[in-house]
């Protein structure tokens, strides 16, 4: 049997088995905060462009994401699980784009079986790949980036190993990685942004281990990723 893999994304090469798109600051527990707040749908978006374009493909669609941690011109929001929580999303499709996230997710498009991940779904994650057969999962370190080594993915590596330890039964402190995940650079830079693209409270969120009881799984619908909460 083979080990779970913990890869960057343009580590991914063949993708054999069920592969996990992890991003805890912010994207993916932005996501799930969306379809807790009743979205029907995530429409993922690689590129800002691609995101207003979508966004206008879908009757009454709500755009949200960053570049570069802000909410670019024509979102309507920004990528603060805060916010979104907050917004009139029942029954809506929600367009999401970020920088690290939903990349991860367009890296692993080839993934026989794919999920995107945080904190706030870590339970119910591992229950479905526990459900997903034997084989032995990949997840994405979107955090990490091949032209900024000081960008580690430390958030999101924590976060797999978490999610794995609770697919296999082992030792899993959610206190232990929740303040782990809080204390890393990501975290604090992420709460530096400030104004209307953090909420002093995102990473409180971000660090809620299991605050909603389903998985968010990515299926195709042509060229584009779409996310749905999954029981």
């Not at 997840?139 to 590596?157: K, M």
């Amino acid at each position: 049997m083979t080990s779970p893999r913990f890869r960057a994304r343009w580590e991914l090469g063949h993708a054999d088995g069920p592969h996990v798109a992890v991003d805890v600051i912010r994207a993916f527990t932005t996501a799930a905060c969306a379809l807790a707040a009743g979205a029907r749908q995530i429409v993922l978006a690689d590129t800002v462009a691609a995101a207003l374009r979508f966004g206008g493909e879908y009757d009454g669609a709500v755009v949200m994401g960053e570049e570069h941690g802000r909410r670019p011109d024509g979102f309507d929001y920004s990528n603060s699980p805060v916010l979104i929580a907050d917004a009139d999303l029942e029954g809506r499709t929600v367009v999401q784009r970020t920088s690290a996230g939903t990349q991860g997710v367009y890296a692993a498009r080839a993934a026989p079986a794919l999920w995107c991940a945080s904190l706030v779904c870590a339970s119910a994650t591992a229950a479905a790949l526990c459900g997903a057969g034997s084989s032995e999962p990949t997840y994405v370190i979107t955090g990490r980036f091949v032209d900024r080594p000081d960008l580690t993915g430390d958030d999101d590596l924590l976060t797999a190993q978490f999610i794995e330890a609770r697919r296999t039964g082992a030792p899993a402190d959610a206190a232990a990685v929740a303040a782990a995940v809080a204390a890393t650079h990501e975290a604090a830079r992420t709460l530096a942004l400030g104004g209307t693209d953090a909420h002093p409270d995102d990473i409180a969120v971000c660090t809620d281990v299991d605050r909603f009881d389903f998985a968010m799984r990515v299926s195709w619908d042509g060229d584009r990723p779409v996310v749905r909460a999954e029981r």
